[in-house]
């Protein structure tokens, strides 16, 4: 009989699988028995093939041993489809061979022998068994079977092997069957049906004396092999964020930097809440262009507008998207909601930002995310582990998010994510003087001053523009401000004269174009509003410069 191999110092195979070995620290433990399972469909295969694959070499050959599983020539015709499969390998780094014959004739008892007799006779260090389970459903009793995985798990091991015993186990089963109990690892793979679709997903149940990431992590399959994203899980480092309130950012919108004390922390996240409408994804977009245009590259995250969509918009407003995505300063990230998966996402996201080395990033919005995301725990971990993990990098952020209520009581947030930003901006609708306005103030920034007053602003081709202070006694933020009582002289007069008059009280010299946009008058009927009213002494113009300013007199 042929000596075993020297036992080699006790390492770590690595799966070379994107995303797993982060969740394995580092891999799996060599000369370990481990078992595969998961339902039909699950990737158990694929998942195999892609780890012997990626280590196999001369100096580490891999044997994959079928039973009663697929044949081994249709495997290969399936496996085909694989980058990493390499046919070059097939007979000499990898071998392949079929002993479920030989197991139906021999039965259980001689099993081990003829194993380790193809172990001996191909050296290998990987070795894998699919099905293991077919194997398994011949045993006469749970004592055979247990007798079979202890004789086999020691045979394997002193002959300097890693094995992956591949089959179709039940939960019951993996409760209940004594080789799990022997078996070094035990990886699951999971096909759970969400909405519409489904989502495959992997667990380590066990690794025996090593350190990995509980919990279900989702991956995929594509013509690459599988690729997971390991579950986001509470931020380790959030003790280690530190923002400087002493850096700011530009929002790209100069009376709201004024506002701010100039402008945001550098570094802090930012909520922008309000109603549809009320211009949350412009003033991230007012953020992210101002960034770009002193050479901070940028993100954009969005679920509803498409590349194609916003670049319109943006357009707009004079600002070319996809001139500063050819130029490496932009990366717009879209996801269907619909098909949304947290992690999966944390993930894109992740990689969009390290692509470009963004700066600035614009997540719009929670909204979309919070519907997309049944389990509202994962969805708070989802926000919790992102903006943290950008804090950390010095990455300013901006989530926009919607409140659904256009007038009346808020909520600026629901399932307490609103603690993980620093900074709070709230847009709302106001009834301005029997028409639409809107009003922004600051709510919160973290650690530093900031204005109180509750300004009017008005979104123009050139984006957001910043005016007046709102003059209201009170309810401005329920959007329904009570203002000073009109005076008896106002109450005859028609409805434009008065919101022409209205507006000049509050805002005192005024010129045409302003006071158009106050009033919501075209400039001709604006015109002749003016006109009456000069013939009635109520308003009067007053020349500035180059200007033509009006002034009530009321």
Do not use: C
Request: no cysteine.
């Amino acid at each position: 009989m042929t000596s075993p191999r020297a036992r080699k110092a006790l390492g770590k195979l690595p799966t070379n699988i994107p995303g797993l070995d982060s969740v394995l620290s580092g891999g799996i433990p060599e000369l370990s028995i481990n078992i595969i399972t998961g339902p039909p469909g699950a990737g158990k295969t694929i998942f195999t093939q892609q780890l012997l694959y990626s280590n196999a070499s001369p100096d580490r050959k891999a044997l994959y041993l079928v039973t009663l599983s697929e044949p081994s020539v249709k495997l290969l015709h399936y496996l085909q489809r694989f980058s990493f499969f390499d046919a070059e390998k097939v007979g000499k780094d990898v071998n392949y061979l079929d002993i479920g014959e030989v197991i139906r004739e021999k039965g259980l008892e001689d099993a081990i022998a003829v194993i380790i007799k193809h172990v001996q006779e191909h050296k290998p260090s990987l070795v894998a068994i699919d099905s293991f389970k077919a194997i398994h459903d011949m045993a006469k009793d749970p004592v055979e079977v247990r007798k079979f995985g202890y004789d086999l798990s020691v045979q394997l091991t002193t002959w300097g092997v890693t094995a992956f015993l591949i089959g179709e186990y039940t939960p019951e089963e993996i409760e209940r069957e004594p080789i799990f109990a022997i078996a070094d690892g035990i990886i699951q793979l999971h096909n759970q049906h969400h909405g519409l679709h489904y989502q495959r997903y992997v667990n380590i149940s066990k690794l025996r004396g090593e350190k990995y990431s509980t919990g279900l992590h989702p991956f995929n399959i594509s013509d690459q092999g599988l690729k997971v994203y390991p579950r986001i899980k509470t931020f380790e480092d959030a003790g280690n964020v530190v923002i400087d309130g002493d850096h700011r950012v530009s929002t790209g919108v100069s009376e709201l930097d004024s506002m701010l004390e100039g402008g945001v922390p550098q570094g802090s996240a930012t909520m922008v809440a309000g109603g549809a409408g009320t211009g949350k994804t412009l003033l991230g977009l007012h953020l992210i262009t101002a960034g770009v245009a002193v050479g901070e590259p940028g993100v954009i995250v969005t679920f509803q507008e498409n590349p194609n969509q916003l670049r319109s918009i943006a357009r707009s407003f004079g600002w070319d998207l996809e001139a500063m995505e050819k130029e490496g300063l932009l990366v717009h990230l879209y996801s269907s909601p619909v098909e949304l998966q947290p992690d999966i996402h944390a993930d894109r996201v992740k990689e969009a930002v390290e692509k470009v080395g963004a700066k600035r990033v614009l997540l719009d919005s929670l909204k979309d995310i919070e519907i997309a995301t049944p389990d509202k725990v994962r969805f708070k971990d989802y926000i919790y582990a992102l903006v943290n993990q950008f804090k950390l990098q010095g990455v300013t952020t901006l989530l926009t998010n919607e409140i659904p209520e256009m007038f009346g009581p808020f909520q600026l947030s629901e399932y307490g994510v609103s603690f993980v930003v620093d900074n709070v901006i709230l847009l709302r609708y106001l009834e301005l003087t029997g028409r639409m306005g809107r009003a922004l103030s600051i709510m919160k920034v973290r650690g530093s001053q900031h204005s109180k007053e509750i300004r009017a602003f008005e979104i123009t081709n050139q984006g957001i523009r910043i005016d007046r202070m709102v003059q209201a006694h009170t309810g401005v933020l329920t959007g329904v401000p009570v203002f000073r009582e009109r005076s008896q002289d106002l109450l005859h007069l028609p409805i434009k004269a008065r919101y022409v008059i209205e507006a000049l009280q509050e805002t005192g010299l005024t010129e045409m174009e302003k006071l158009s946009e106050l009033t919501g008058l075209a400039p001709a009927d604006l015109q002749v509003e003016l006109e009456a009213l000069k013939e009635q002494g109520m308003v009067i113009v007053v020349p500035d410069g180059d200007r033509i300013t009006y002034k009530t007199t009321l």
